[in-house]
């Protein structure tokens, strides 16, 4: 079975802190996505990566950055977080040759006060 | 950019009863999946359609695409109550971004007795 796991369940920051998520997945897929799920607008993309060391810009990039050093580790990090990026975070992986058939992992909710 | 859309996004219905719920897109896609959402968990994978007229069923819930008309349908039958959860569909666009998935907004359902 593919796993996506995150880093944290929950996490709580304070306002201007750096935080930084990790997802690893271990069916050494080589797309990997950064959702945040807010109610009653779904998913976001935030970033992806269809390689290593290769990162592309989702819908709402503004506030956050990524990092690819290994295939199987996809980190989001959100240089000075701010209340309105309270919210779940959602890791997923997808297979480049396959379905794309996405695997997400548990979610991180994300508190920042 | 391509867009998704569900609806209903809020379907209470009683069990025993059937509904479907309904997913129309903008360009043009033969890669459409369904994924389900209990509250608090993650996100996971009901449905991958890969065809025109690609039909997948699993217990009570059957989904079907018609790529020509850029819909898909996920059909429930004699709901219950396990199934109260909330369906997201989500379209690969293909081409230059092959693997970035575009979700709906979901539809929350709530079946009840």
């Known amino acids: 079975d593919v796993k996506v796991t995150q880093s944290s369940r929950y996490l709580v920051k304070r306002t201007g802190e750096k935080v930084f998520l990790e997802c690893v997945q271990d069916?050494?897929?080589?797309?990997m996505f950064w959702y945040r799920q807010d109610p009653g607008l779904g998913l976001r993309l935030i970033y992806f990566?269809?390689?290593?060391?290769?990162?592309e810009k989702g819908d709402i990039p503004e506030g956050y950055s990524v990092s690819r050093e290994k295939k199987e580790r996809f980190s989001l990090i959100l240089e000075s977080a701010s209340t309105n990026q309270t919210s779940m975070y959602l890791c997923?992986?997808?297979?480049?040759?396959?379905?794309?058939?996405?695997?997400f992992g548990p979610g991180t909710r994300l508190t920042v006060t | 950019e391509l867009k998704v859309e569900q609806n209903p996004l809020f379907l209470s219905m009683q069990e025993g009863k059937n509904y479907t719920i309904y997913c129309n897109y903008s360009?043009?896609?033969?890669?459409l999946y369904w994924y389900r959402q209990d509250p608090g968990k993650s996100l996971e994978s009901l449905f991958v359609?890969?065809?025109?007229?690609a039909v997948k069923q699993e217990g009570r819930l059957m989904a079907s695409l018609d790529t020509k008309a850029r819909l898909s349908t996920l059909h429930i039958t004699a709901a219950v109550h396990d199934l109260s959860a909330t369906y997201f569909c989500?379209?690969?666009?293909?081409?230059?971004?092959?693997?970035?998935?575009?979700f709906g907004r979901g539809t929350q359902l709530t079946v009840w007795p």
């Open positions: 359609l890969l065809s025109n007229g």
């Open positions: 997923a992986s997808s297979d480049r040759q396959g379905h794309h058939e996405q695997y």
């Open positions: 990566s269809y390689d290593v060391k290769m990162k």
């Open positions: 069916m050494d897929h080589e797309n």
């Open positions: 989500a379209v690969d666009a293909g081409g230059s971004t092959l693997g970035r998935l575009y």
């Open positions: 360009t043009t896609s033969d890669r």
